[in-house]
Nanobody
Framework: QVQLVESGGGLVQPGGSLRLSCAAS????????MGWYRQAPGKQRELVAA???????NYADSVKGRFTISRDNAQNTIYLQMNSLKTEDTAVYYC????????WGQGTQVTVSS
């Protein structure tokens, strides 16, 4: 079956960095558009960053210049490097894989607090 397993979340101070990973199995990873979404308490889930099967990236305006998404097709893994973290980045971060069907990971908590 399809599995997306996120890791790398945690507690970090404002201005700090974290790197999230998402390991995929059960899909032809190289064909999929991969993305990171987040959901803060009381808010809707929103797109953070996505990367196409050709390596084209797009980002939410709120994270441009601070976050970088990348993929390793040999390892069936995507990454989200998050720098200059702000308190408003606090959320559960979810990995997503899609072509015509959406697959989701279980989420990893990122908390930015002093």
């Amino acid at each position: 079956q399809v599995q997306l397993v996120e890791s790398g979340g945690g507690l970090v101070q404002p201005g700090g960095s974290l790197r999230l990973s998402c390991a995929a199995s059960g899909i032809m990873f190289r064909l999929y558009i991969m993305g990171w979404y987040r959901q803060a308490p009381g808010k809707q889930r929103e797109l953070v960053a996505a990367i196409s099967n050709g390596g084209i990236t797009n980002y939410a305006d709120s994270v441009k210049g601070r976050f970088t998404i990348s993929r390793d097709n040999a390892q069936n893994t995507i990454y989200l490097q998050m720098n200059s973290l702000k308190t408003e980045d606090t959320a559960v971060y979810y990995c997503n894989a899609r072509i015509t069907t959406n697959y989701w990971g279980q989420g990893t908590q990122v908390t930015v607090s002093s």
